[in-house]
């Protein structure tokens, strides 16, 4: 399967800092998505992108599609206790066939 | 976006044992996809079940140990056949939908997964 890279692997911040993350591939994807996960459960869908270039916002939320397509950035802004969680990217290469990053782990300090 | 039900939810199993998943989505769905998740990993993508025919696998992933079923656009299982230690993972049904019914598709919603766990 296809390899999507994650970075960072983990983060460590202070109650309402930002967070950044991004996601790399190798491969050109039509779509970009970015889920969140909770302990215990499945990924939930925060942001769908569809073109390059597009810049989404869901809330404190927001996502890029790289002009590459072989790139997707995700922030978060003001974090908050409730943001910790793991989240991962994920690309449809060929219309309907999901990929997932490795994950980035956020811990958010009180 | 659809409502994804995985049964069981979790189970501890025998080394040697198969276990089937059962995926019931409360509306119809063209694309139902199951993928794997072990301990601190994240998701690999098993095989898309086709409805009336084969599911289609993933490097790495063969019928024998994991056969799918979609007997309809509503319902599929997954078997995890023979399993040993390694197969302990969280097992995760999803469907391609839309958000908020836009006209956007190619959206990935998952189910709350089976936790497996092998003695």
């Known amino acids: 399967g296809q390899q999507l890279n994650q970075s960072p692997q983990s983060m460590f911040i202070q109650e309402g800092e930002d967070v950044s993350m991004n996601c790399t591939s190798s491969?050109?994807?039509?779509?970009w998505l970015w889920y969140k996960q909770d302990p215990g459960e499945g990924p939930v869908l925060l942001i769908a992108?569809?073109?390059?270039?597009e810049l989404t916002s869901n809330g404190r939320l927001t996502a890029q599609f790289g002009t590459t397509r072989k790139d997707s950035f995700l922030n978060i802004s003001a974090s908050i206790p409730s943001d910790v969680g793991i989240y991962f990217c994920?690309?449809?290469?060929?219309?309907?066939?999901?990929?997932f990053g490795t994950g980035t782990s956020l811990t958010v300090i009180p | 976006s659809a409502v994804i039900s995985q049964k069981p939810s979790r189970d501890i199993c025998q080394r040697g044992t198969s276990l089937t998943i059962q995926c019931q989505v409360d509306?119809?769905?063209?694309?139902m996809f199951w993928y794997r998740q072990q301990p601190g990993q994240s998701l690999t993508l098993i095989a898309t079940?086709?409805?009336?025919?084969?599911?289609?696998?993933e490097s790495g992933f063969v019928i024998d140990k994991f056969p799918i079923s979609r007997p309809n656009l509503t319902f599929s299982t997954l078997t995890v056949s023979n399993m040993s230690p390694e197969d302990s993972s969280i097992y995760l049904c999803?469907?391609?939908?839309?958000?908020?019914?836009?006209?956007?598709?190619?959206?990935?919603?998952f189910g709350e997964g089976s936790r497996l766990t092998v003695l």
């Open positions: 999803s469907v391609v939908g839309s958000l908020g019914g836009s006209a956007n598709t190619g959206e990935l919603f």
């Open positions: 491969s050109i994807f039509n779509t």
């Open positions: 992108l569809y073109k390059a270039g």
């Open positions: 994920a690309g449809d290469l060929t219309g309907n066939q999901f990929y």
């Open positions: 509306s119809q769905v063209t694309m």
């Open positions: 079940a086709n409805q009336g025919s084969e599911a289609t696998y």
